[in-house]
């Protein structure tokens, strides 16, 4: 009988244990994408990246003889009539760890299994699940590095080859078409400006791995935090989206390791703050939505998401010019450099006060890469409200941070063109991505600061200092 694939975040055919497994049990097997609530909840960028990465996906399944069907509805009700429909007697996937997925699934491997199907999940999107990882006490981790040298010298099992084909059915259920699902709706800035900066698929995703080992791993722990260079592997859309397997990029570094590159290590670092991020979310899905530490909910946040103050910094419009070269960049290239992601964040949630939700939904809504573990983790870090995070009276300062990591401006210049006599052309392409409705042009003035580098710090740390919480 056929083996229903149940792809979700994971668009790829190597390093792919759900259609590996599939495979080995012999009959057709059929691929199989929902839009359901998961993709219904997609912000703008993510949802019409999703878009894209469907069609490469697609095409792929199609040079190994397979096809890609696409249903819409809850999964619950969805697959085991998918189920009936083919005859299948397996359901396989790989597995998600956000709660509603993780609930979704678990209902659906429930009710197949009343119906006495075989239903398997697998892992694939981490290298270390949530609940392998515990400190000697028996608890998860609320700090990084104990979490780091807990896991680093764990057997990470070496990446599947792909399947050479993929055994088709006598006859394919009926898809609908990608096309009308309308994935790029709502994304309602220039998506023509976006799309050249977007590589798109496994084998892009496998070349930018390979061009990062070979010129630019070396280097990583002394560029990686420089704006201006590109000198990280630009792969978190790729992971986002399980185009490329956490475990690929992992033995790709200890390969670089072996081979004596000194930024290699720094690089595996980093593939485990997403580990982290995914543990954090696991064992406290509250990071998602609520300050982490309880005690922050006192705090005097502006809420006021249409505020004056919130619209200049996602328009990069707040006459800092670190945090306006950041925004800039999330709106063209739909990611944005982590040092400027920290700077960003920094500003609106200690400068401008405004509560971390408002900003992690505006990357939400921005972002390519978006990943919901790593935002969170990333906004309660920079907030001061999530565990392990950078304390609150630890302010970052805008204009000094440009001094020590964008020396020669070589970031603030590629993104701003205000009051520069000839632009770059990514600064110009900002206005063609933007929305005609905000009426701004590359020949207006730069703004004055809406609030300056001392004022913003004295006042978050008054606030912090009088706080009844
Ligand atoms: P590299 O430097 O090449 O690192 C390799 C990989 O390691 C990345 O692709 C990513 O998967 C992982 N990684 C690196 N840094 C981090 C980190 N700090 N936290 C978690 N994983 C990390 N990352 C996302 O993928 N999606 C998000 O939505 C996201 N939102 C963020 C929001 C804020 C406020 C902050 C401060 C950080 C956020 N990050 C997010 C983390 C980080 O900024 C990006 O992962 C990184 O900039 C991606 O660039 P890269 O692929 O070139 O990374």
Partial sequence: SPTLVWIRR????????????????????????????SVEGLGAAPKWRLGLGLETYAEALEAKGSRLILRSGDARDVIPALVRETGAGAVYWQRAYDP????RDSDVKAALKEQGIEAKSFAGHLMFEPWTVETKQGEYYKVYTPFWKSVRDRDVPVPLSAPSSLPAPDHWPDSEALADWDLAMAMDRGADVVRPFVQLGEQ????????????KVADYDRTRDIPGVDGTSNLSENLSLGEIS???????????????????????KELVWREFAYHLMWHT?????????????????NEDADSAEVTAWKQGRTGIRF?????????VTGRMHNRGRMIVASYLTKHLMCHWKIGMDWFDHCLIDWDPASNAMGWQWSAGSGPDATPYFRVFNPVTQLDKFDKDRDYVSRWIAEEYSDPHKD????????????????????????VGPDEGRKRALSAYENRDF
């Fill in 204 to 215: 892009a995703a496998q070349t930018r791995l390979g061009a990062f080992m070979a010129t």
């Fill in 285 to 301: 899905p509250r990071i998602l939505s609520s300050n982490w530490r309880e005690d922050w909910d006192a705090f005097p946040w």
């Fill in 100 to 103: 509603a997925s993780v609930a």
């Fill in 323 to 331: 945090v306006d070269a950041a925004m800039r960049e999330m709106y």
């Fill in 10 to 37: 994971d668009l790829r055919l190597s390093d792919h244990a759900a259609l590996v497994a599939a495979v080995e049990r012999g009959g057709p097997v059929i691929p199989v994408v929902l839009r359901d609530a």
């Fill in 427 to 450: 600064a110009l392409s900002y206005f063609d991505a933007i929305p005609r409705s905000w009426g701004l042009s590359a020949g207006d003035t730069y703004p004055d600061p809406v």
């Fill in 246 to 268: 956490p475990a690929q990029c992992w033995h790709a570094g200890q390969r670089a390791m072996q081979d004596g590159k000194p930024g290699a290590e720094t690089f595996l």
